[in-house]
């Protein structure tokens, strides 16, 4: 495997360009079946300021495109396009309503003697198909969490409520999506859940049983650590795409204050002898503040079915946040808002001080983490559980990993291989470098592990991930 790294050449250094979005667009081909009207078809197109006939020339390919394709297999359309500068990938998300998402490949600018241009090296191989693909679905999946489905705002307000829930939802979300940044961990969507003893975790069901019965209003109920999930009350689907919002956006805003660290709160009250730390971090800025706004966000879960739109209250006090969903019909009030303070702000105070010192303790049993051997990326399909060594940090605008980005690359390769089989599966690479990367796919699971052992062998390779399956894993993998 090739290792792609700046050189000198001329006294001039090589320039890496990453993968970069050059256009997203969102149409629906029978909004202008005739001759002239082929600009209705279009509802949303970044970058605005494109000229009329070159969005209507674009999306008008696509449309060939799809057509196209259908001829040889009309239940799946085209998914992806390659060429030479770009890649363009297309999503159905809802019948007739294309998106389409066209990211230019990286690319090397390696300098030229005696002035000439430099030459320009499109490296169109070092895109995955499988992570842009679920990135334009994820794109799909969030916008539907704050407004629900493209058809049932037609129906509410025709082409011109359509587009401008489409403007005013993408021209913010698309100045998010960091495409150098976009990995494995894309393609499995998955969540994060925090390790819990027996009689903590039923302490925190108390704890949501007890608001719920004194909150009656409170339909769903999430409950958060850490960034990672221990309890929710949604859907699988709904709490996935609700989960990457609180992570990689509304809980990133809010870190801020929390780094003051628990000497320094930002409202300690004393109740009883315990100090309430709880705030908003969505709705009330501050309860004393007469002028304050009683608004929350509003979200989408279950569309496929009920259909619910629901108010979306997000409630933290340190390093514990809990989310109370509550049907969108119902009033929110300054009385409301006062008395979930009351009630949830010292249980949860508390709580997050007991989660804090069981996982210290955990800890310390444990014992000091030793640096291991290997990295690895396990994602389960049944629950959506994900747990990575390989990312220090992952949010919307970064993905710092410990490991090369060609390595990310052959981790992308294998998962697409696969997808395409259902049988359990093992794949075993061995990179230019001193590193091999370790596929296991077994019942629904998946791992993917990367060791740095200079001089191993095949065999040696298979014992070492077997010895991590049967410590790390136990009675996950099956495989001999």
Not at 27 to 48: M, S, T
Not at 187 to 211: A, C, E, H, W
Request: glycine fraction near 4%; include cysteine; aromatic fraction near 12%.
């Amino acid at each position: 495997m090739l290792m792609i790294s700046p050189r000198m050449a001329s006294g001039m250094q090589e320039k890496q360009y990453s993968p970069s979005l050059l256009s997203f667009f969102i149409y629906n081909p029978k909004f202008g079946p005739r001759e002239g009207e082929e600009e209705k078809k279009i509802l949303f197109y970044h970058p605005c300021d494109v000229e009329k006939n070159e969005k209507i020339r674009n999306v008008g390919l696509c449309e060939a495109i799809v057509q196209f394709t259908r001829t040889f297999c009309p239940t799946k359309p085209a998914k992806s396009l390659h060429t030479q500068k770009n890649r363009q990938f297309f999503h159905e998300p809802e019948e007739n309503f294309w998106m389409v998402m066209v990211v230019r490949n990286p690319m090397v600018e390696k300098p030229n003697k005696d002035g000439k241009p430099p030459t320009i090296e499109y490296q169109e191989e070092e895109i995955l198909d499988s992570v842009y693909g679920a990135v334009l679905q994820q794109c799909y999946s969030m916008y539907k969490l704050f407004n629900g489905t493209f058809i049932r705002t037609f129906e509410a307000g025709g082409v011109e409520l359509l587009t401008q829930k489409l403007e005013k939802f993408f021209y913010r979300y698309i100045q998010t999506l960091h495409l150098q940044s976009c990995d494995l961990l894309d393609v499995f969507g998955g969540i994060s859940f925090f390790p819990l003893d027996k009689m903590t975790y039923l302490k925190i069901q108390s704890f949501v049983n007890r608001v719920e019965e004194s909150l009656s209003l409170v339909k769903y109920t999430a409950f958060l650590y850490n960034d990672q999930l221990i309890w929710s009350g949604l859907e699988q689907d709904d709490m996935r795409i609700l989960y990457k919002y609180l992570t990689t956006s509304l809980f990133p805003r809010h870190t801020e204050p929390e780094l003051a660290g628990r000497d320094s709160p930002l409202r300690p009250e004393v109740t009883g002898n315990l100090l309430h730390y709880g705030r908003f971090l969505t709705g009330p800025a501050n309860l004393k503040d007469p002028d304050t706004k009683f608004r929350f966000p509003r979200i989408f879960v279950n569309t496929d079915n009920s259909y619910e739109e629901l108010h979306l209250i997000v409630y933290k006090a340190m390093s514990a946040a809990v989310c109370f969903m509550i049907n969108a019909s119902v009033e929110l009030t300054r009385e409301f808002c006062e008395q979930l303070d009351a009630l949830v702000g010292p249980q949860l105070t508390l709580l997050a001080s007991d989660i804090c010192e069981q996982y210290n303790i955990n800890r310390r049993i444990s014992g000091p983490e030793k640096e291991p051997q290997f990295k690895f990326i396990y994602f389960n399909h049944m629950n959506l559980a994900e747990k990575s060594t390989i990312h220090m940090r992952k949010t919307a605008s970064v993905s710092l990993t410990s490991v090369h980005p060609d390595l990310m690359k052959i981790l992308g390769d294998i998962n697409s291989d696969f997808a395409r089989v259902d049988a359990d599966e093992e794949i075993i690479v061995k990179a230019m470098t001193d590193y091999w990367v370790v596929g296991k796919k077994s019942d629904q699971r998946e791992l993917y592990v990367i060791l740095n052992q200079k001089n191993a062998n095949l065999i040696e390779v298979n014992e070492e991930v077997k010895r991590l399956c049967a410590t790390q894993f136990n009675n996950i993998f099956f495989l001999d």
